[in-house]
């Protein structure tokens, strides 16, 4: 008998799992969000709170820290690919739109 499987809308995520009512709720909302910008701002306020609250526990500090700038590494590291797709994005403003104006171009390889 074949085995039905749900569609990706209907079949429960990995994270959903484990979660309480309420945070399955939050893990649907949080679905639409792009990027990593809000958990590297709520990393910075659980550092916080964790150099007010153990202010002797640098090890945690230290760790949490470097989480924080593993994140925001991640958050501003383009692909190669993206760099490629920029350079032709800009070297077709400059060929179809700056040179035609008269802008003089230096382009450099």
Known sequence: MAKKTLSAAKRPSFYSQ???EAEKIELE???GVDGIDQ????????LRELIESRPDRIDL????????????RTRYTITREQKKSLKEAITKV????AVPL????LMGN
């Open 29 to 31: 909302e949080d679905l």
């Open 18 to 20: 484990a979660l309480e």
């Open 94 to 97: 400059i060929t179809e739109i």
């Open 61 to 72: 500090h230290l760790e949490a820290a470097s989480t924080i700038a593993r994140l925001v």
């Open 102 to 105: 008269g802008v003089k171009v």
């Open 39 to 46: 958990e590297i701002a709520l990393l910075r306020i659980k």
